[in-house]
């Protein structure tokens, strides 16, 4: 009997797996297609909705400016006055080379401009950091879809400060053949404060306090930052005796028409002071500065201080003067030759 019935039951087993591995599968398949679907639905969408975001986005950036030369005044906008004139005359340059818009000026071009370069290195570094920082401006603000300027690289510049500061004697000399006084005054405090020629130049007496600690001058620097210095009581006189009847909005140093001194008055007084004392090299009011961090940190002064002092945003910038020129060296470890 059994026998007769066996292949009736194995058929039976058979069907009844059939639909016991179907019944597991089916579900299982639709499931999962149904989540596929959904991932596909949910990516078209998100592309959709994406490349609109971006469609947007390009047509405000783009309404940002009309013409180059409103790229130009966006792009200075910010910046120092000195700093606005430079760069005014090294992208006029640049531009009058290339002879079309910045949105048609390519990599060649580029290239083409800094082989016809002939000037120092650091002139023609400081030229092209001058056409990459406005493409990278204009390519911020959507007015050119690619910055061709990023893939020229700036040309190396020799470390030359330590050309550029004076000895203790230079300082001295100068000041003391200085006959004005007024101008005798000025010099003194450059090198004493280690300030700008810009910050000089704006300094007003509402700036200058003093008490019994010395004399406190608060000055408005580069990048719109605040900085207060600490100077001995010393100077405080030297500045009260060419005050006069100035105000506090007056400016400490008078031009002679009484308002403030333009920068390249101050260059004139530097560079003759300079060949007064002796000195024939190009001397600059920056020249004070670079000899007051220098001076200050072969004295001992932390390193942090003088960067306070000078207004460094990085006290690396500080740290150059440690290596413009060291105190010491392993050459003086070796035996002469």
């Given at each position: 009997?059994c026998?007769l019935?066996?292949?009736?039951?194995?058929?039976?087993?058979?069907?009844?797996?059939?639909f016991?591995l179907?019944?597991f599968?089916?579900?299982?398949?639709?499931?999962?297609?149904?989540?596929?679907?959904?991932?596909?639905?949910?990516?078209?969408?998100?592309?959709?909705?994406?490349s609109?975001?971006?469609?947007?986005?390009?047509?405000?950036m783009?309404?940002?400016?009309?013409?180059?030369k409103?790229?130009?005044a966006?792009w200075?906008?910010d910046?120092a006055?000195?700093?606005q004139r430079?760069?005014?005359?090294?992208?006029?340059?640049?531009?009058?080379?290339?002879?079309?818009?910045?949105?048609?000026i390519?990599?060649?071009?580029?290239?083409?401009?800094?082989?016809?370069?002939?000037c120092?290195?650091?002139?023609?570094?400081?030229?092209l950091?001058?056409?990459?920082?406005l493409?990278?401006?204009?390519?911020?603000?959507?007015?050119?879809?690619f910055?061709?300027?990023a893939?020229?690289?700036?040309?190396?510049?020799k470390?030359?400060?330590?050309?550029?500061?004076?000895?203790?004697g230079?300082?001295?000399?100068m000041?003391?053949?200085?006959?004005?006084?007024?101008?005798?005054?000025?010099?003194?405090?450059?090198?004493?404060?280690?300030?700008?020629?810009?910050?000089?130049?704006?300094?007003?007496?509402?700036d200058?306090q003093?008490?019994?600690?010395?004399?406190?001058?608060?000055?408005?620097?580069?990048?719109?930052?605040?900085?207060?210095?600490?100077?001995?009581?010393?100077?405080?006189?030297d500045?009260?005796s060419?005050?006069?009847?100035s105000?506090?909005n007056?400016?400490?140093?008078?031009s002679?028409?009484?308002?403030?001194?333009?920068?390249s008055?101050?260059?004139?007084?530097?560079?003759?002071?300079?060949?007064?004392?002796?000195?024939?090299?190009?001397?600059?009011p920056?020249w004070f500065?670079?000899?007051?961090?220098?001076?200050?940190?072969?004295?001992?002064?932390?390193?942090h201080?003088?960067?306070?002092t000078?207004?460094?945003?990085?006290?690396a910038?500080?740290?150059?003067?440690?290596?413009?020129?060291?105190?010491?060296s392993s050459?003086?470890?070796?035996?002469?030759?």
């Amino acid at each position: 009997m059994c026998t007769l019935f066996a292949p009736y039951f194995a058929q039976m087993r058979r069907i009844s797996l059939h639909f016991s591995l179907s019944n597991f599968l089916w579900p299982l398949i639709f499931s999962f297609s149904i989540l596929f679907g959904l991932i596909l639905y949910r990516l078209a969408t998100y592309k959709y909705f994406y490349s609109k975001v971006i469609s947007m986005n390009e047509v405000l950036m783009f309404r940002q400016a009309d013409d180059d030369k409103q790229v130009i005044a966006m792009w200075l906008h910010d910046k120092a006055p000195g700093t606005q004139r430079i760069y005014r005359i090294d992208v006029a340059r640049f531009l009058s080379f290339a002879g079309k818009p910045l949105g048609a000026i390519t990599i060649g071009d580029v290239q083409a401009f800094a082989d016809t370069l002939e000037c120092a290195p650091a002139t023609k570094a400081r030229i092209l950091a001058a056409a990459k920082s406005l493409f990278g401006f204009a390519k911020r603000i959507g007015y050119i879809r690619f910055d061709v300027s990023a893939a020229i690289k700036l040309p190396k510049v020799k470390e030359t400060l330590g050309e550029r500061i004076l000895s203790e004697g230079d300082i001295s000399r100068m000041i003391a053949l200085e006959p004005d006084d007024r101008n005798r005054v000025m010099l003194k405090l450059l090198y004493l404060s280690g300030m700008r020629v810009s910050e000089l130049c704006r300094l007003m007496w509402r700036d200058v306090q003093s008490d019994t600690n010395g004399i406190y001058i608060t000055i408005f620097g580069k990048g719109g930052k605040t900085r207060t210095i600490l100077l001995d009581n010393h100077i405080y006189k030297d500045l009260v005796s060419v005050r006069g009847s100035s105000g506090p909005n007056d400016p400490v140093f008078r031009s002679h028409k009484g308002g403030f001194l333009d920068p390249s008055q101050v260059w004139r007084i530097v560079r003759s002071a300079a060949r007064r004392a002796g000195i024939d090299v190009d001397v600059s009011p920056h020249w004070f500065r670079h000899a007051h961090a220098s001076h200050a940190l072969d004295r001992g002064c932390p390193i942090h201080l003088v960067q306070a002092t000078l207004g460094h945003a990085s006290v690396a910038t500080t740290g150059r003067y440690l290596h413009a020129r060291p105190n010491d060296s392993s050459a003086r470890y070796l035996c002469g030759m």
